[in-house]
Nanobody, 123 residues
Framework: QVQLVESGGGLVQAGDSLSVSCAASGGTFSKYVMGWFRQAPGKEREFVARISRSGRSTVYGDSVKGRFTISRDNAKNTVYLQMNNLKREDTATYYC????????????????WGQGTQVTVSS
């Protein structure tokens, strides 16, 4: 059983940068593909980014491509999401997820989820 705990969310202004982290425990972190998703009130959960087990391969959702960067440190059992040039529409609860056999953008293919961290972008 893998436990995931996100941290680093907060309130920022449009155009600012923010980094969120997700610490994993209870499993072999390097065995899992890691993903970030987000969900705004009244909206469906949206794929943000995914990183391969080694960290060499990444995929991004269209709405964040070029602004967000996902990375991981397998020695620290942690995955990161660096968010630059934040926009109001990036306001959401951000969740990290772990999966061993995932379809890149499909939330249902991830096995473990964190509790989420809130990111609010004001104008």
């Amino acid at each position: 059983q893998v436990q995931l705990v996100e941290s680093g969310g907060g309130l920022v202004q449009a155009g600012d940068s923010l980094s969120v982290s997700c610490a994993a425990s209870g499993g072999t972190f390097s065995k899992y593909v890691m993903g970030w998703f987000r969900q705004a009130p009244g909206k469906e959960r949206e794929f943000v980014a995914r990183i391969s087990r080694s960290g060499r391969s990444t995929v991004y959702g269209d709405s964040v491509k070029g602004r967000f960067t996902i990375s991981r440190d397998n020695a620290k059992n942690t995955v990161y999401l660096q968010m630059n040039n934040l926009k109001r529409e990036d306001t959401a609860t951000y969740y990290c997820a772990a999966g061993s056999d995932v379809l890149v953008t499909a939330a249902g293919s991830y096995d473990y989820w964190g509790q989420g961290t809130q990111v609010t972008v004001s104008s």
